[in-house]
């Protein structure tokens, strides 16, 4: 009876403890503060049992201590036919960290990854949510991978997101002694602690007690902020192939080796091909003429089954399909080229904004994206293949400004992309208006887009439909009331595009009336909206990552009776970073406003934040400026 008491007695002590684990008590105040959640463990292990064969073992709890952080509770994970998915489990903790819950495998959502534009994907995920709405709360899950390659090797980043902190975090990676396991650390005090028994190696890294991070104005993207390591396989398997990518040479030729006799076309298109480019004199229309005819022969369609997540369809797929994923369209387009015996290259590129970019010193295959590329001499013509409607020789934000994996005809070759500067990214608008007695504006407005500054208004004429179009331009032009009576849009197709649109909409109420006088605020449409504080301690570098330059010009007739009072003085501010003008005048019975506004992409030092906020301060009067009319005498 005594052995039996004892028994209870310390299931009840181990139950206890291990419950009471988890009790958001027991976070530190310095992790609760600024946080909506806290990862309170994470134990991540790489098994590298062969080349076919590694083996990803994870469990990790979080504290989800608002509505803010629910974002956080959701499990999710991948699995296809190159990478299996098992022994899943989950558990819900309340505040005290008594268990509530636990997660059963008919609760475990089993999905398609369909994205809406792919036909055929072996890709499913696995999805569970408690949907928990009591406060705080944690949730625990565990799951095991088992990886049948090593080309793509899973990376450790602890700190999931802003307003995030972590109790503890392990990351330990198991592999043979004799391979090379190379290894990229970013924003880390303590490196790996290694060892070696029995002909396998280990290296472990652990985070303890990272606060959350707090959101800072042009802060540089969190993948670069946020403590991570990266591995990277140096000889490896993947769906049949072996390669290396212990240098971007190596990686290229691995590519080469996916990409071999998938360029064949069929006889129909090689004589489409020759009938375009024969009557053109020069690579650039060539290039021009079969871009335009891929465009209007193919659609961007994703099929990705096993490696086809990385190896293209055939050339021929293409043509007798008509359509294609990122990959397989590049491809096809390298084809016509070569067909038309010009050289152009297939291109690997991370894709978006704030993506991670390649590293010159660590290969590995961090891609979502492929295009095509022109050698050209000093000149290169690069072609996205998945637009129906963007010129030639124009990247944009989506994969402009950013180095990328040329594959060449004996390996890989890291490239930029072209970079688009302030030059290149222009909205000059012209206003020309009158405003009645009782303040109404009438107003046509001429805006002039270019480069990545056009590509809301390119979206707008493609892929907006005529009443998503209209609601739009009725809501984002920043007046309070106002409507569009008209609008048109025209387009100049090239490496740096251009857009006209022309507008005419009427403002009622626009300036302002007391007594015998009328208020007019001249900068209509594009005021400065970037308040910054100048009490916040600095702590990341300051990036502006878009260059622009913003021309306005306005001219509001003066209502009849009316003359101007009192002008807003000039104002011009010039700094390292960006420069401001804005000046106001009255003639022939018209007040002219004429500003420009100009910032580089560029990276400061957290030093240099007070400027920039001494700057927008400074900017955001001179765009409040007020021109005043007073009724002429009788």
Not at 223 to 229: D, G, H, I, K
Not at 238 to 256: A, R
Not at 337 to 352: D, F
Not at 607 to 614: H, I, L, T
């Amino acid at each position: 009876m005594k052995r039996l008491i004892v028994f209870v007695f310390l299931c009840q002590v181990l139950l206890s403890g291990y419950a009471q684990q988890y009790q958001v008590s027991l976070i530190p105040d310095s992790l609760l503060r600024n946080a909506d959640a806290v990862k309170r463990m994470e134990e991540m292990q790489i098994q590298f049992k062969a080349e076919d064969k590694v083996i990803v073992k994870r469990k990790y709890a979080i504290t989800i201590l608002n509505e803010q952080g629910s974002k956080h509770a959701q499990y999710q994970n991948s699995y296809s036919s190159l990478e299996g998915l098992s022994d899943i489990s989950g558990n819900l903790y309340d505040a005290a960290g008594k268990k509530i819950k636990s997660v059963k495998r008919r609760d475990i959502a089993d999905l398609s990854s369909s994205d809406g534009f792919s036909l055929m994907l072996d890709d499913r995920i696995k999805v569970h949510n408690f949907n928990h709405n009591q406060y705080p709360y944690t949730i625990e899950y565990e799951d095991q991978q088992q990886l049948k390659g090593s080309y793509f090797l899973p990376y450790w980043s602890p700190v999931d997101d802003e307003r995030f902190s972590v109790e503890k975090s392990m990351f330990r990676v198991e592999f043979p002694a004799g391979y090379d396991m190379r290894y990229k650390e970013l924003n880390l005090t303590d490196g790996a602690v290694s060892a070696e028994v029995s002909n396998n190696k280990t290296l472990q890294w652990t985070l303890t007690g990272k606060k959350a991070f707090v959101f800072e104005p042009f802060q540089p993207p969190f993948n670069e902020l946020a403590p991570a390591v990266y591995l990277g396989a140096s000889s490896f398997y993947f769906g049949g192939f072996n390669g290396n990518m212990k240098t971007w040479f190596d990686f290229g030729k691995f590519q080469i080796q996916l990409n071999k006799g998938k360029d064949e076309l069929p006889d129909r298109i090689k004589a489409d091909v020759k009938r375009i480019v024969t009557p053109l004199a020069t690579t650039e229309e060539k290039v021009s003429g079969l871009y335009a005819y891929m465009q209007q022969n193919t659609r961007y369609i994703s099929v990705q089954l096993g490696i086809g997540g990385w190896q293209p369809f055939e050339a021929k797929y293409v043509a007798n399909n008509r359509y294609g994923d990122c990959k397989a369209l590049s491809n096809y387009m390298v084809s016509l080229l070569k067909e038309a015996g010009i050289k152009a290259h297939y291109v690997i590129v991370n894709a978006g904004n704030n993506r991670m970019g390649l590293r010159e010193d660590f290969p590995a295959p961090y891609f979502n994206h492929v295009i095509c590329c022109v050698p050209n001499g000093k000149d290169s013509i690069w072609l996205e293949c998945t637009s129906q409607t963007s010129p030639a020789g124009y990247m944009g934000s989506f994969t402009g400004s950013r180095n990328a994996l040329l594959v060449g005809d004996d390996g890989g070759y890291v490239v930029s992309t072209p970079y688009y500067r302030e030059a290149d990214n222009k909205q000059i608008r012209l206003v020309k208006g009158t405003v009645d007695k009782d303040g109404n504006l009438q107003a046509t407005v001429t805006t002039v887009f270019t480069g990545i500054q056009q590509e809301e208004a390119h979206s707008l004429i493609h892929d907006a439909s005529n009443s998503d179009r209209e609601k739009y331009l009725n809501t984002a032009l920043g007046l309070p009331t106002y409507t569009v009576l008209k609008h048109s849009y025209a387009e100049n197709p090239g490496k740096i595009p251009v857009i006209t649109e022309t507008l005419e909409l009427q403002a009622p109420s626009f300036a302002s009336m007391t007594g015998k006088r009328l208020f007019i605020q001249p900068n209509l449409f594009n005021k400065s909206r970037t308040r910054l504080s100048s009490e916040t301690v600095r702590k990341f570098p300051v990036v502006f990552s878009l260059g622009y330059t913003d021309e306005d010009s306005v001219v509001v007739a003066i209502p009849n009776g009316y003359t101007a009072e009192s002008l807003p003085k000039p104002v011009s501010i010039q700094t390292d970073f960006a420069a401001y003008t804005i000046r106001y005048t009255v003639e022939n019975n018209k007040i002219i406003m004429v500003r420009k506004h100009t910032r580089k992409k560029m990276r400061l030092d957290a030093s240099a934040y007070k400027d920039v906020v001494s700057y927008y301060d400074q900017i955001i009067r001179a765009d409040a400026g007020r021109v005043v009319l007073v009724k002429k005498e009788e």
